[in-house]
């Protein structure tokens, strides 16, 4: 029978995200890593959010949906663009939305998000992409 934090642990690998197991919340270790305590799911709204408010939601909100993606509820991160879905469940990978930040396309015309976030980001979808 698998743990939760062995199926964690290899979701991790397999997307490529440096996961440590500790007892603690997310933080930020020396390498610059995402540690996540395997015993709990990575928040959409404590965690996810305020990424997506610093970064995206100048240009990808209720108010100036670009390409008509609202990154500012779950719903909209859900729907996705004029183009489709942006978050693929369960594969971080596959999701646009990893795609366009890691290859530091956005945020547009800003520094690019660094690399805890974007962990942080990795981790909630492989997690499930949970409103959480």
Request: proline letters at 3%; one cysteine or more; charged letters at 20%.
């Amino acid at each position: 029978m698998l743990l939760r934090s062995d199926l964690i642990a290899a979701l991790a690998v397999t997307a490529g995200i440096g996961l440590a197991m500790q007892s603690t919340s997310t933080t930020l270790s020396e390498t610059g890593t995402v540690a996540i305590d395997a015993s709990r799911e990575v928040s959409f709204v404590n965690e996810v959010m305020p990424i997506l408010e610093k970064h995206c939601w100048e240009c990808h909100s209720e108010q100036s949906a670009e390409l008509g993606l609202k990154l500012d509820t779950y719903e909209g991160v859900m729907a996705g663009s004029d183009y489709g879905t942006i978050v693929e469940i369960g594969d971080a990978d596959a999701s646009l939305l990893i795609d366009m930040i890691a290859s530091g396309d956005m945020p547009e015309d800003a520094d690019p998000l660094p690399a805890a976030e974007l962990d942080v980001i990795k981790a909630w979808i492989v997690e499930g992409a949970l409103n959480n």
